[in-house]
């Protein structure tokens, strides 16, 4: 019988969820997607291929005498454009999380990303830019997707950023299983089973919402804790796994049963909703585990923005005594 793995991909969409150049040559995923965290684990592993990128990028920076954050951003563009050499799909980039809460940001960074993705042959089919699902995030994918700049929405935790993502016109969104099942388990003490796991529930609600009404943004789970949760979503239009869980499903040879389809959503699909900024951050505030994982989710990405700022100084220190040269 074919591994789990195998059998998903003929079901659902499998994203590596890595900066992980040899996982990614490994499972050969369609799509891959990235945020701070995981660049900054890239770029402090022992990688020679993701080292030569980060050198590379310190000696454009010297050579055209750019500050730290921006040597950093040709970093994150340098790893996604490899992984665009490795993946036949998508790859996401995430735009700077200290931007979250700021639009017009958004939209120039997002515009900056693009940019330069194309002026490396890249066209911005292949890339989704990953934003933050906050009112002012969901607003400047709105303004990017009218650009024809696709859009990919994390730190999502709950119907409402689902409902006004769709509602932006958002090309895909990223629901989070695992953090959804931490804050439960932490708040309430609970065991759960893959059927009453909170992030699964949610993830499935999601899908019901778009595919009971039409709504053609694309749902991919994410941050998955284990196997099971995995599981309990195959079907579902993409899942976005880590190397050590992608690795679990392909050493097991067991029947996979799909749980998830446009089919079978539709029969119980929550009623279409239409929200303004008054009734978003309403329905978002009375939910506590969607508002303290959003804020804790930015604060998170945003320390490790920092440290791969941080580990990017250092690497120019370190190269100052060899003279710069233009690539």
């Given at each position: 019988m074919a591994s789990k793995l195998d059998q998903l991909k003929a079901m659902t969409v499998v994203v590596a969820d890595t900066g992980d150049l040899d996982a990614i040559r490994k499972y050969k995923p369609v799509d891959c997607t990235t945020n701070p965290s995981l660049i900054l684990k890239a770029v402090q592993s022992d990688s020679k291929a993701i080292h030569e990128l980060v050198d590379e990028?310190?000696?454009?920076?010297?050579?055209?005498?750019?500050?730290?954050?921006?040597?950093?951003?040709?970093?994150?563009?340098?790893?996604?454009?490899?992984?665009?050499?490795?993946?036949?799909?998508?790859?996401?980039?995430?735009?700077n999380a200290d931007l979250s809460f700021d639009t017009e940001g958004t939209?120039?960074?997002?515009?900056?990303?693009?940019?330069?993705?194309?002026?490396?042959?890249?066209?911005?089919?292949?890339?989704?830019?990953?934003?933050?699902?906050?009112?002012?995030?969901?607003?400047?994918?709105?303004?990017?997707?009218?650009?024809?700049?696709?859009?990919?929405?994390?730190?999502?935790?709950?119907?409402?950023?689902?409902?006004?993502?769709?509602?932006?016109?958002?090309?895909?969104?990223?629901?989070?299983?695992?953090?959804?099942?931490?804050?439960?388990?932490?708040?309430?003490?609970?065991k759960y089973t893959p059927e009453t796991d909170p992030g699964v529930r949610s993830v499935r609600q999601i899908y019901s919402y778009y595919k009971g009404n039409d709504i053609p943004t694309i749902v991919m789970g994410a941050s998955f804790r284990n196997q099971g949760e995995i599981e309990a979503l195959a079907g579902c239009d993409r899942l976005t796994i880590?190397?050590?869980?992608?690795?679990?499903?392909?050493?097991?040879?067991?029947?996979?049963?799909?749980?998830?389809?446009?089919?079978?959503?539709?029969?119980?699909?929550?009623?279409?909703?239409?929200?303004?900024e008054k009734s978003f951050r309403y329905m978002l505030n009375e939910d506590a585990m969607a508002t303290d994982k959003l804020a804790d989710g930015i604060r998170l990405f945003a320390q490790d923005l920092t440290k791969l700022?941080?580990?990017?100084?250092?690497?120019?220190?370190?190269?100052?005594?060899?003279?710069?040269?233009?690539?």
């Open positions: 990028a310190v000696v454009w920076g010297r050579s055209h005498n750019k500050p730290t954050s921006v040597i950093a951003d040709r970093v994150v563009i340098n790893v996604g454009a490899e992984l665009t050499r490795l993946v036949p799909g998508r790859v996401s980039t995430e735009v939209i120039e960074k997002a515009r900056a990303i693009i940019a330069d993705y194309e002026s490396r042959g890249i066209d911005r089919g292949r890339i989704l830019i990953k934003i933050a699902s906050t009112w002012e995030g969901i607003r400047a994918a709105e303004v990017l997707q009218g650009d024809g700049i696709d859009c990919n929405m994390t730190l999502l935790f709950s119907l409402a950023q689902a409902a006004a993502a769709a509602d932006a016109g958002v090309f895909l969104v990223s629901p989070f299983v695992g953090r959804i099942f931490d804050w439960y388990t932490k708040s309430t003490g609970e880590s190397p050590s869980l992608l690795e679990a499903l392909a050493k097991d040879q067991g029947k996979l049963e799909r749980k998830l389809s446009p089919e079978s959503a539709r029969g119980n699909a929550p009623s279409r909703m239409s929200l303004d700022r941080e580990l990017v100084s250092k690497r120019i220190e370190a190269s100052a005594a060899v003279p710069a040269e233009l690539p």
